[in-house]
């Protein structure tokens, strides 16, 4: 038997900006901080952090920063109001500037209609509570839903993701499919 010889040559690229579901799912799912934040708002709650020396790890605490802006049923409609704005679906889309202007001013009149509408059976604390809630609620959706101007975040996706491999054997003598080199 002639002595086989053989060469093995493996070669992968992946982006550096993609390294691993982690990365992507926070590009894709900001709704979650953002949610949490518009919620704390509402309550009239803050996080805090501080160090707890007995597990030597930081920790998470929620204290109150003022009155709750609603009841409850008032927090939740403003919370879903917001969740079925953004998701992951919504920030993919390709608006262009005109377009995102006219639908983030859309989104202003509905929420604030939502809350006018609603206003009695929320508990609003005060008449001017609903542009200050309208104004902080989409001062916090807007730069998320910019996304979706020109594409820009479905672009940024063939970067995130790309990944190239080839791979090339040779061997001399005989290889699998028979014959020599």
């Known amino acids: 038997m002639a002595d086989a010889k053989q060469n093995i040559e493996v070669a992968g690229t992946s982006n550096s900006e993609f390294i691993g ?17 518009v919620e704390f708002y509402l309550r009239g709650l803050e996080e805090n952090f501080y160090f707890d020396s007995r597990s030597q790890t930081v920790q998470s605490q929620l204290r109150k920063n003022g009155i709750p ?25 390709n608006f262009d500037e005109k377009r995102y202007l006219y639908f983030m001013a859309e989104k202003r009149i509905e929420l604030m209609k939502l809350l006018a509408f ?26 998320v839903m910019s996304r979706t101007i020109g594409n820009k975040e479905r672009e940024g996706f063939n970067t995130a993701v790309k990944s190239v491999e080839s791979n090339k054997i040779s061997s001399g003598g005989f290889n699998l499919f028979g014959g020599g080199q």
């Not at 799912?25 to 934040?37: F, M, N, S, V």
């Not at 604390?125 to 609903?130: A, F, H, L, M, N």
């Open 21 to 37: 579901a982690s990365q992507l799912e926070i590009r894709l799912d900001t709704r979650k901080l953002l949610l949490r934040d």
């Open 69 to 93: 802006m609603m009841n409850k049923i008032g927090i939740q409609a403003v919370l879903n109001f917001c969740r079925f704005l953004l998701n992951t679906q919504t920030v993919q889309g």
């Open 118 to 143: 609603n206003s009695e059976n929320w508990e609003l604390p005060y008449d001017s509570s609903i542009s200050e809630i309208t104004d902080n609620v989409m001062n916090a959706v807007e730069p």
